[in-house]
């Protein structure tokens, strides 16, 4: 376990390799069908893609601020002790 506050992109890289290479074989596959093979069919409107990234952003964000005051919650408790 490396628990160091700092990492250089070459131990970032090592520890991922597998990933990338994964994800790059899996974005390749589709992109080389789209631009090579004339799959049209393969693109995606814009719409639904921001749709959801629109409706993920508003329960991260509800998410995140719940967390919060819970924390800030804790922290009034302990300092009350």
């Keep these: 376990m490396h628990a160091g506050k700092h990492f250089t992109i070459k131990e970032v ?4 390799r597998r990933d990338i290479f994964f994800l790059l074989l899996v974005a390749t596959i589709p992109t080389f069908l789209f631009v090579v093979g004339d799959c049209k069919w393969l693109a995606i409107p814009w ?5 959801l ?7 991260i964000g509800f998410a995140n601020n719940a ?8 922290r009034k408790s302990w300092g009350l002790l």
């Design 13 to 16: 890289m090592f520890w991922t």
């Design 47 to 51: 719409l639904p893609i921001a749709l």
């Design 67 to 74: 967390s919060y005051d819970r924390m800030w919650e804790a």
């Design 53 to 59: 990234g629109t409706a993920v952003a508003f329960v």
